[in-house]
């Protein structure tokens, strides 16, 4: 099982799970922007519910990419020129602290934020960039998901 260590105190894997349920959590927001976007963009549904955006991502597929850049713009995670809003991105991610928060008002969420937060901050730091705007989502997913891995490995 993988530990992180913080002194004496041990969290398994709650950084993890925390960035899966940035997306989890939203469901409400999440659900309707993708609803919207599969109907406008004519997506095959089948392949859609597919798709597990809590994971990590693949970068090349197609579908998955024109999915992604509609469902961020959307939510104002992206802008129309494809790049990333990360001050939008931090929001959204604190606002889902904040509801974990008050529903498991436990130190390992607040530790897990701060996990969370310094992943975020780096893979801003990176300047990431795809060959299309859902690309360059996928990437920064995984590149967020790959930094809170190397923290709690």
Not at 103 to 118: F, M, N, T, W, Y
Not at 135 to 148: D, G, M, R, S, Y
Request: with cysteine; glycine share 6%.
């Amino acid at each position: 099982m993988t530990k992180v260590f913080y002194g004496n105190y041990t969290d398994e894997r709650s950084a993890c799970k925390l960035w899966a349920g940035h997306y989890t959590h939203q469901h409400e927001t999440e659900d309707k922007a993708k609803e919207e976007c599969i109907e406008e963009l004519h997506l095959n549904r089948q392949l859609v519910d597919g798709i597990d955006l809590n994971h990590i991502l693949p970068e090349n597929d197609t579908n998955l990419n024109v999915l992604l850049a509609c469902v961020w713009k959307k939510e104002g995670l992206q802008d129309d020129t494809g790049d990333i809003n990360w001050r939008n991105l931090e929001k959204s991610f604190l606002k889902i602290v904040r509801e974990n928060l008050k529903i498991k008002p436990k130190l390992e969420s607040v530790i897990s934020a701060g996990v969370e937060a310094k992943a975020i901050k780096a893979c801003n730091k990176q300047n990431i960039i795809g060959k299309n705007d859902g690309q360059t989502i996928a990437k920064t997913q995984n590149c967020i998901l790959w930094e809170v891995f190397k923290s709690v490995l």
